[in-house]
């Protein structure tokens, strides 16, 4: 069997007029600015651009998660229980998901008070219903984002370490993350709770980084909200975006602008595979 290297297949390749000779890939140029529309030369770019991407995740053993719109997509269980007081008031109405994704980062008293909108009459009363309901409903098995599950698994066992940190009360975090099966892959799950400052108060985040056993230089905040860069940045510790998740596109613009993953499996990769690739996208 007759192996060409990569150098004299770029030549030939260029000479028969495959890559222009121009070409930074004729050229064996790392450049990244190369026009060239040839096969070789456009697959040569984009694995460049994906180890760049994963570079960035490289030095971290630690990991806090925000949780809604970041690792499941509570707004479809969210928006069934308020369904659920808007039918038990006999208000013919069905609560906003896509204002319930806009609030969700905030929660509590100020989620249920601009989702029930005119028929709110007492939000501290509201939240409440809100909450023990939620306590009693069955957790649908879907609610994780794509790759979430795998992403999980696939960090805990390269021994990345990994945590919750969440504005949602504390005993719906750990029954949630128990019922999807999830909560075996965390150190530590941080919600709220009476007398702990909300996020974007740096309290949690702290707690989550001392129950974890990281530090602000080894450990990233991973979320979705301007809310988790806020958060994030409070407590000192790097932040990066979901690009899935529901308020990144107004966090994306906070300065300095945070980076956004793509997809779990260029964050598993970039944190736990060193850029190698351990699983598919999902």
């Known amino acids: 069997m007759r192996i060409t290297s990569r150098p004299v297949a770029m030549a030939v390749a260029a000479k028969s007029g495959v890559i222009a000779s121009s070409c930074a890939c004729a050229r064996g140029s790392r450049d990244t600015s190369c026009n060239c529309p040839s096969i070789m030369c456009q697959a040569a770019r984009c694995n460049r651009k994906r180890r760049s991407r994963e570079s960035r995740f490289m030095n971290f053993q630690n990991i806090i998660f925000d949780l809604d719109g970041t690792l499941i997509d509570s707004a479809r269980l969210t928006g069934a229980i308020i369904d659920r007081m808007l039918d038990e008031r006999g208000i013919d109405a069905r609560a906003d998901r896509a204002l319930i994704r806009q609030m969700d980062a905030v929660g509590g008293e100020a989620m249920i008070a601009a989702v029930m909108g005119e028929f709110s009459a007492n939000p501290a009363a509201e939240i409440e219903e809100f909450r023990a309901i939620h306590r009693d409903i069955a957790v649908p098995q ?19 370490g990994l945590a919750i ?45 001392e129950g974890v056993g990281g530090t602000v230089t080894n450990t990233l905040y991973f979320g979705d909200s301007a809310i988790d860069v806020a958060t994030a940045r409070a407590a000192g510790l790097p932040v990066a975006l979901a690009a899935w998740g529901y308020g990144t596109a107004e966090a994306r613009q906070a300065k300095p602008r945070p980076p956004v993953v793509e997809t779990m499996s260029v964050l598993v990769d970039g944190v736990a595979g060193h850029g190698r690739s351990i699983i598919p996208d999902r």
């Open 165 to 209: 940190c969440s504005n949602k009360p504390q005993f719906l975090c750990e029954k949630i993350l128990a019922a999807l099966g999830l909560a075996q892959h965390f150190a530590v799950i941080v919600g709220s709770a009476p007398g702990r400052a909300r996020k974007p108060a740096p309290e949690a985040a702290l707690l989550a980084l």
């Open 142 to 160: 879907d609610l994780p984002f794509p790759g979430v599950r795998a992403a999980l698994a696939a960090l805990e066992t390269s021994g990345i």
